[in-house]
């Protein structure tokens, strides 16, 4: 019953849940080609299953292979990125693409010294697997967007203390 109480759960999350571009949140300069999203689940009892950056890879160019779109590799400054703010929403208890220092997905990038022509982030909090957040993400149009731009040519996938997921693609200039 838990089970199922939980599925509707995220069932109707992710049925609200949807992409905003950048400059639809105000406050800071956008940068024009950036989407970012987010998605959150109930918990559920299920032990966390680690992560690991190959089986991440091969998720998300399964996707993309799925829907006609060629691979993406991983990248360690988006990494670093990524990682950043995973820790900093495990830290602060904020879930948002804004950061506790007011930084958003292009700003992080820039940090870890990634030169960035294209840049989007989907993060996510509550998921225990790469199964899980995979399968929210791509049931959600803003999310899904964001995995299958073909803009995006590196991305890096990390899960944070807490089951806070953050996934950033990109493309250098």
């Known amino acids: 019953m838990m089970r199922l109480v939980s599925m509707v759960a ?3 999350l992710l049925a609200s849940c949807g992409g905003w571009r950048t ?3 105000g406050g800071w300069q956008p940068f024009p080609r950036s989407q970012i999203s987010r998605a959150q689940a109930s918990p559920v009892a299920a032990p966390a299953a680690p992560l690991s950056p190959a089986s991440a890879r091969q998720a998300l ?3 993309r292979a799925e829907n006609g779109l060629g691979p993406v590799s991983t990248n360690p400054q988006l990494e ?3 990682q950043s ?3 900093d929403m495990a830290r602060s208890g904020i879930f948002d693409h804004r950061g506790s220092d ?3 997905p292009l700003v992080r990038v820039q940090r870890a010294g990634y030169s960035a022509c294209y840049v989007s982030e989907n993060i996510a909090r509550g998921q225990r697997s790469l199964s899980e957040v995979m399968v929210a993400w791509a049931n959600s149009p803003g999310h899904r967007r964001n995995m299958l731009s073909d803009s995006a040519s590196e991305f ?3 899960r944070g203390a807490g089951d806070n997921w953050v996934m950033v693609l990109g493309r250098s200039c």
């Open 10 to 12: 995220l069932c109707a």
């Open 23 to 25: 400059q639809d949140r």
């Open 156 to 158: 890096a996938l990390v």
């Open 102 to 104: 007011g930084s958003d």
């Open 85 to 87: 703010h995973a820790r």
């Open 61 to 63: 160019n399964a996707f």
């Open 80 to 82: 670093k990125a990524a």
